[in-house]
């Protein structure tokens, strides 16, 4: 007798096969994310596994209400479209911090679904549902905090005796509801309830005392939990795709928590419970000497017969906009012989990166930016280092000062450079709140003013001895 026919491919192994193409995109994607050469590339292939994971979801045994499923995709894709589109890169962080709470806020509402309607997974599966609501529903209004203080809609942190025990009871309170959710899943509604709404008062509680110069690491915290959420919803929805999604994000948010907190020489618990951040608490020794200010046109007759410089961005030049400007000025030094190396903290700016993109924005080839260990050895051979709009991260007291909060920071040896110019637009302190004692010593010297205006300044004044 001939062979049967192989049978044809079921939807449940479609699904299957699909997710296992998700997860190469999204691995391929996040390898390629690590290098700012490919990251593009990176963020296409991690896209192309989203789009499969959501094209594929339309297949589901039992799925309905495809209008409204394709209403609220066309929607959500034409707002971030244009969002994207419009948030300038000084605001960047503000839109992932937004962008991370819907994340969680998600992970939450699929979490009280799943709850009011008494759960489909037994014991293990509403456990699971109710863990990502917790987490969920914390990241959501703790995102929400964050993107307030970033963005300036809330101006100082908020802070009373006793905060600490109060945000412990509403995590206590919050587990209890959990588990009165899981021993009553017939009648839980106002266990659920309960749950959902001390998770977000604990997100607040957690956010609200935080100074806005730690949001970067706290934004990176609240990313890694949103996909610790997704990953335990997708256990007890049996979805694969958020269970590899999830375990993708968590896992790449907890190493880049733990990083950006090693960048700064402390630790998770200091970055969330101290009161380090918000300038008017910080502390630190008094700064001797006065700021000596500098001219356009002598800073670039400094540079221009100048044999080595090193350029340390900041948040100053990302909010004047003037990488373009700081690039071409860097253009017309090289053609003169000069070199050029441009150096990156790794929490330089309000997010991981943000220098990075800024100057792969402008041009800037990247073997010409080297990191804080690559290129710390350089500053002593460096005839100018011109630090434009850095502060905290170039501040040598985090050698020196015990008493400083920044004290043994890994910072940049700026201030081991022959000559320091610093492109600043006052004399105000970083965002820690401390002064900078790089600003005062004898081989510093200010150049006040917008950098990007200041750029086309020294531009002029290099172009000038042509």
Not at 226 to 247: D, K, S
Request: charged residues 10%; aromatic residues 8%.
């Amino acid at each position: 007798m001939p062979a049967a026919p192989a049978a044809p491919w079921s939807a449940g192994s479609l699904i299957q096969a699909s997710y296992f193409v998700t997860a190469v995109l999204f691995i391929t994607g996040l390898k390629r994310m690590s290098s700012p050469v490919s990251a593009r590339s990176g963020i296409v292939w991690a896209g192309a596994g989203m789009l499969v994971a959501t094209l594929v979801t339309f297949a589901y045994p039992g799925m309905s209400n495809y209008p409204l499923i394709s209403a609220a995709i066309v929607l959500g894709a034409a707002l971030a479209w244009w969002s994207g589109k419009q948030v300038a890169m000084t605001n960047m962080p503000q839109m992932i911090a937004l962008y991370n709470g819907m994340g969680g806020g998600a992970a939450a509402s699929i979490a009280a679904v799943e709850l009011y309607r008494g759960g489909s997974g037994g014991a293990v599966g509403t456990t699971l549902a109710v863990a990502g609501g917790l987490i969920g529903a914390v990241s959501f209004s703790g995102s929400a905090i964050a993107f307030g203080k970033l963005q300036g809609l809330i101006k100082r942190s908020i802070r009373f005796r006793g905060q600490q025990i109060v945000s412990l009871l509403l995590l206590a309170a919050a587990v209890v509801h959990g588990v009165l959710a899981i021993a009553h899943p017939g009648d839980s509604s106002v266990y659920v309830t309960g749950l959902l709404i001390f998770a977000l008062l604990l997100g607040l509680a957690m956010t609200l005392p935080i100074g806005g110069a730690d949001m970067p690491v706290v934004i990176s915290l609240y990313n890694a939990l949103t996909g610790l959420a997704v990953g335990f919803e997708g256990f007890a929805l049996h979805n694969a795709a958020m269970i590899i999604a999830g375990t993708v994000v968590g896992s790449a948010g907890t190493l880049l928590t733990q990083l950006m907190a090693k960048a700064m020489n402390r630790s998770l618990g200091n970055v969330l419970f101290s009161g380090f951040g918000e300038g008017s608490a910080a502390g630190g020794g008094e700064v001797s000497g006065s700021l000596k200010p500098i001219e356009a046109s002598d800073v670039g007759v400094m540079l221009a017969f100048a044999q080595k410089v090193i350029v340390v961005p900041g948040y100053g030049m990302a909010v004047a906009q003037a990488q373009h400007k700081i690039w071409e000025l860097c253009q017309l030094l090289i053609d003169r012989g000069v070199t050029v190396r441009f150096a990156i903290h790794p929490v330089a700016g309000r997010m991981p990166g943000h220098m990075n993109v800024l100057l792969a924005e402008a041009g800037v080839p990247y073997d010409l930016i080297g990191d804080l260990e690559e290129i710390n050895g350089e500053f002593e051979t460096a005839d100018v280092a011109l630090v434009i709009g850095a502060n905290d991260v170039v501040n040598p007291v985090a050698r020196t000062d015990k008493s400083s909060p920044i004290y043994g920071m890994p910072i940049l040896n700026a201030d081991r450079a022959q000559n320091v110019i610093v492109i600043k637009r006052g004399q105000g302190a970083g965002f820690s709140g401390i002064e900078n004692a790089l600003f005062y010593l004898d081989n510093t010297r200010m150049l006040y003013g917008d950098a990007q205006k200041v750029g086309s300044a020294l531009i002029a004044a290099v172009k000038a001895l042509s």
